[in-house]
């Protein structure tokens, strides 16, 4: 083949002609996050609540994820106009996207970046009596008049004004003199386990708080909350786990849509031809006769190491254990039981889907689903269905 000239195009060149790159060859995890699911998800929820709640989007720690813009502008699209993000550099990258949704900051306040909420039109979540009053006062000298949420600890021991202090503010008759409204809320300590007294405690604290502000609304409900029943929703239920598919009913049937399924490609198949290790620190087995089948996933990608020797797979309707360490790149899949025309290079397997969801992952790592879904790293190739712009 000639070199070409420096001066001259390559046009008709083999590489030219190549038909373009197809990211699920050049990936080597495929993610796809559903958002019409998510967007299901969150009808399905909202129809749970008491007529007259409002039903709002947790989309802190990107989406739970699944990438908090294109979740909250899906969950625009359905109506959903109060948005909860964690971080306050959380906020200032979504506000801009939701103009005439609330997004509220969970972090709180940080006083000197006063100006930067009401420029950017956030919301701190106002956590404690400090708090209060430094956003108070900048409101008042600014002649301002934004709503106000009033985070109030009841059990978590956490983020919030503690029960004294919550009281001693609403005795303060001009106390939320600067908003044009306020909500209360607080935070459940163990939702998803229904039988907890613990449940029943920070309602009955949560109702005494709430009382004294009888002009705000108010919110305690996060997804499992909301399986708590009517008593728990009061005028805002705010579930961020369950829209993304996770299941609030440990133990019971998952009520969610499932919304992100993840698939690693098989980059290598190897026929083991005399017994040996698999593996970094050589903590499997494996007898002459087996075949591994390696896939391009790895805990860089945030697939957790916890699931060395304890994970699985599907590949096509096979379920295959993990085999040997998580890697940082690489995962081992012992696929001697499936058919070798079944599982070849450039084959996919399914690590979450709709053979295993987020919880069974979570299980089988020792975790939660939450983590799970947070860790779902940036080396994926990502696909969304449903999107809106
Ligand atoms: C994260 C969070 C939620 C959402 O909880 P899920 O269990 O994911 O539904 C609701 N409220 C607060 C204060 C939170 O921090």
């Not at 163990?190 to 709430?210: F, G, K």
Request: with cysteine; charged share 20%; glycine share 10%.
């Amino acid at each position: 083949m000639a070199a070409a000239r420096p001066s001259e195009p390559a046009e008709g060149s083999a590489a030219s002609a190549a038909p373009a790159r197809r990211p699920e060859d050049s990936s080597g995890a495929l993610l796809t996050i559903d958002l019409d699911a998510i967007a299901e998800n969150w009808r399905r929820l909202r129809a749970r609540l008491r007529a007259g709640a409002q039903c709002a989007g947790v989309v802190k720690a990107d989406g739970y994820g699944c990438g908090a813009v294109k979740v909250a502008k899906r969950l625009h699209a359905e109506g959903c106009r109060v948005f909860f993000v964690a971080r306050t550099d959380e906020g200032f990258a979504l506000k801009p996207h939701l103009p005439d949704a609330e997004v509220c900051v969970l972090d709180g306040l940080v006083p000197s970046l006063a100006n930067d909420y009401a420029a950017a039109g956030l919301v701190p979540v106002l956590n404690d009596p400090a708090q209060v009053e430094a956003w108070t006062s900048y409101c008042v000298a600014n002649e301002l008049r934004p709503p106000v949420v009033i985070h109030v600890d009841t059990g978590m021991n956490r983020l919030g004004l503690s029960e004294a202090d919550a009281l001693a503010l609403a005795a303060d008759r001009d106390a939320l003199r600067a908003f044009s409204d306020a909500m209360v809320m607080s935070h459940l300590v163990v939702s998803e386990e229904p039988d907890n007294p613990i449940n029943a405690r920070q309602l009955a604290a949560y109702e005494r708080v709430r009382a004294r502000f009888p002009k705000a609304k108010a919110s305690l409900a996060n997804s499992s909350g909301i399986f708590l029943g009517p008593a728990y929703h009061f005028d805002l239920a705010r579930p961020g786990y369950a829209l993304y598919g996770g299941n609030p009913t440990p133990g019971k049937p998952n009520p969610m849509r499932r919304a992100v399924q993840l698939l690693a490609r098989v980059i290598a198949v190897r026929e083991v031809d005399k017994a040996g290790t698999v593996g970094y620190g050589a903590t499997a087995r494996i007898g002459a006769g087996g075949r591994i089948a390696t896939i391009a996933v790895g805990y860089a990608d945030g697939y957790l190491r916890s699931l060395s020797n304890r994970g699985e797979a599907w590949i096509g309707s096979h379920r295959v254990p993990i085999i040997g360490r998580v890697s940082m790149d690489l995962v081992t899949l012992d696929v001697s039981s499936v058919p070798p025309e079944a599982c070849q290079v450039g084959d996919h397997a399914e690590l979450i889907g709709a053979h295993l969801g987020v919880d069974d992952v979570a299980e089988r790592a020792g975790t939660n689903g939450y983590e799970i879904l947070t860790s779902l790293g940036p080396r994926y190739h990502r696909a969304y269905l449903g999107e809106v712009d």
